[in-house]
């Protein structure tokens, strides 16, 4: 109970920040973001965990990461790369958390989408991407990855909480999707809306998903 009532509080948050966002209350909104990603944390600890402890240290390390990020991620012009690494180690510790045991098989066939997805998308942005085609290489195949693991989870062992880590996944990589090709393709008006409304329910069904 605890956990849902932690959650529920990170989404009013998280509209609240969206809210700030559209407004340009840049003040409340600096607040706002990284507050709602700490109670997806304190949810995620919070949560009776059906998993393996591992899978629970994982997804709660990968939620540290993100909120590194969010922090590094209010001043792009200057802490860009550090946001980018951060997000990077997110997406490793949900790797190793999504990830079968040893032994156990993963479905390349379940791969060829999300591997088609991201090379279309790193295509899309190579040629804006300067200096930082290959940490965006290396970042949207982590995330690739992640993604394809977490949907090959959910079909070996389904149940509620797997679904809810592949929903989150994919909601993440709509989000970063956006977030890249609004910061170095083409601005678009809601852009920022949509990376937010994608972003933190995502984060918010990783985090119950333990």
């Not at 899978?55 to 709660?60: A, D, E, G, I, N």
């Not at 085609?133 to 989870?153: C, D, Q, S």
């Not at 993440?172 to 910061?183: E, P, T």
Request: net charge positive.
């Amino acid at each position: 109970m605890a956990a849902v009532i932690l959650a529920v509080l990170a989404g009013l948050t998280g509209i609240l920040t969206i809210h700030f966002d559209a407004r340009g209350q840049r003040g409340r909104f600096l607040v706002s973001k990284p507050l709602a990603t700490a109670l997806i944390i304190a949810a995620g600890f919070a949560a009776e965990s059906t998993v393996s402890p591992g899978y629970k240290t994982f997804v709660l390390a990968g939620l540290g990461c993100s909120l590194a990020g969010d922090v590094f991620l209010m001043f792009p012009e200057n802490w860009f790369r550090a946001g980018l690494a951060s997000f990077l180690a997110a997406h490793l510790c949900y790797i190793l958390a999504f990830k079968p045991p040893p032994g156990e098989p993963v479905s390349t066939a379940v791969l060829l989408p999300f591997v088609i997805y991201g090379l279309l998308v790193f295509l899309m942005l190579a040629p804006f991407l300067k200096g930082l085609k290959m940490p965006v290489f290396v970042y949207t195949a982590a995330i690739t990855v992640m993604a394809w693991l977490a949907a090959n989870r959910f079909i070996e062992l389904g149940g509620p909480k797997t679904l809810m880590a592949f929903a989150g996944a994919l909601l993440f990589l709509v989000s970063d999707s956006v977030l890249a090709y609004d910061r170095f393709a083409r601005k678009f008006a809601r852009a920022r809306l949509i990376v937010l409304a994608t972003y933190l329910p995502a984060q918010i069904l990783i985090a119950l998903s333990v």
